[in-house]
Structures are given as structure tokens and as C-alpha cells.
Nanobody
């Protein structure tokens, strides 16, 4: 029904930057929440950032505050994650998700992208 395509991952040195994109196949309404999660090898999926589409309220994990910025372009139905000052501990597969609640828990989110690999070297 709904498809999310997340792109922009790659290999970067510590201190570098990457910008991830999440393009939705359908219209993102003002009541929707778009979020980014990540999952490192051997670890559970963890919350990164989320945004309420209509009002732009954002929420970030403590580990990325001040370094990552979530944003959106409504006309394109696309969310972005600008990642600066990347560190090796940021290495993970990053997933875009869509839901209706601004929450750090992954289970309420209904639609997920396929994931994009981010690798940060020392």
C-alpha cells in the first residue's frame, strides 16, 4: 500500500557528513509522523529522530542531538536526515518510517523503508 524509499548512505570518515533521503510513494498528511531509526550489528533497532509533518515538531535521541537534523519538503513528500560530525558509533543501517504518533518506539510505525547502510571509519 505505502512505500518508503530511503537513500543516501555510504562510507565516510569520522567527522564527516551524510544526508539521507526518504521519499514516500503517497501524500504525507499533516497528521503523519516521519522518523528515522537505525540498527547496528547485534543490536536492537533504536530511535534516531522524528518529525510531525504538519507542525514540524521534532524529537531526537540524546545520542544525536546537536549533530543530526531531521527536516521535510512537503511538496516532494520527502523527509531528510542531515548527519554531521559522524562517529564510528553511528555506523548502522538507517531506516525511514511513517506513523501517526511522535514516539521513539518502533512498533507503532506502520511503514518502513528498506534501509540504507551508513559506515563511519576512524
Amino acid at each position: 500500500q505505502w512505500q518508503l524509499t530511503d537513500t543516501g548512505g555510504g562510507l565516510v570518515q569520522a567527522g564527516g557528513s551524510l544526508r539521507l533521503s526518504c521519499a514516500a510513494s503517497g501524500r504525507i498528511y499533516s497528521s503523519s509522523v516521519m522518523a528515522w531509526f537505525r540498527q547496528a550489528p547485534g543490536k536492537e533497532r533504536e530511535f534516531v529522530a522524528a518529525i510531525r509533518w504538519g507542525v514540524g515538531r521534532t524529537m531526537y535521541a540524546d545520542s544525536v542531538k546537536g549533530r543530526f537534523t531531521i527536516s521535510r519538503v512537503g511538496a516532494e513528500n520527502t523527509a531528510y536526515l542531515q548527519m554531521n560530525s559522524l562517529q564510528p558509533e553511528d555506523t548502522a543501517v538507517y531506516y525511514c518510517a511513517r506513523g501517526v504518533d511522535l514516539t521513539s518506539e518502533p512498533s507503532p510505525y506502520r511503514d518502513w523503508g528498506q534501509g540504507t547502510q551508513v559506515t563511519v571509519s576512524s
